[in-house]
């Protein structure tokens, strides 16, 4: 039997899946990823930035609803490539900030998260988009690791609610 001191210290230990594709939080989740997605494009600057932006804009051109579609896709590929981070972080790092720990493993958790993009890309129909995501592609490693700070604060904002 569990002392009421002793339940305080427990934790509940909850997988991505189960935070953030739950039917309940899904729909937050990808109004969060898109939000992310619009900051982290505006916060771009230099040649590459504008690269950045300038292929966000024919994306949203050829389809206005591409970052809350693409959002919503892809979470089910990304959260169980993000799965294996986020586990590893509750067994050896809980307690300290998940930013920290994704920037401290941003190469790996960046090719995990490309990995998935890659994929996509290859299988794409649509040559503006593919198009535009190779022209995109040699920089995006430097992208994904600058937003996983952001991604950090996504995660932890639905681990918390």
Not at 72 to 83: H, Y
């Amino acid at each position: 039997m569990c002392l009421p001191a002793e339940r305080s210290r427990l934790t509940v230990t909850r997988t991505l899946q189960e935070i953030l594709l739950s039917p309940e939080r899904r729909p937050q989740v990808i109004e969060d990823c898109q939000q992310l997605v619009d900051d982290e494009v505006s916060s771009k600057d230099g040649a590459s930035g504008l690269l950045v932006k300038t292929s966000y804009t024919i994306a949203k051109t050829v389809r206005p609803d591409i970052v809350k579609h693409a959002s919503d896709s892809l979470l089910d590929d990304f959260v169980p490539r993000l799965e294996p981070f986020f586990a590893s972080y509750q067994s050896e790092a809980a307690g300290a900030p998940l930013e920290k720990y994704f920037v401290d493993r941003s190469d790996a958790i960046a090719d995990a998260l490309l990995g998935v993009t890659d994929e996509r890309a290859e299988q794409t129909s649509k040559a503006s988009l593919k198009k535009a995501y190779e022209k995109l592609r040699p920089q995006a490693k430097k992208h994904v690791a600058e937003a996983l700070p952001n991604l950090s604060k996504l995660i932890e904002k639905h681990a918390t609610a």
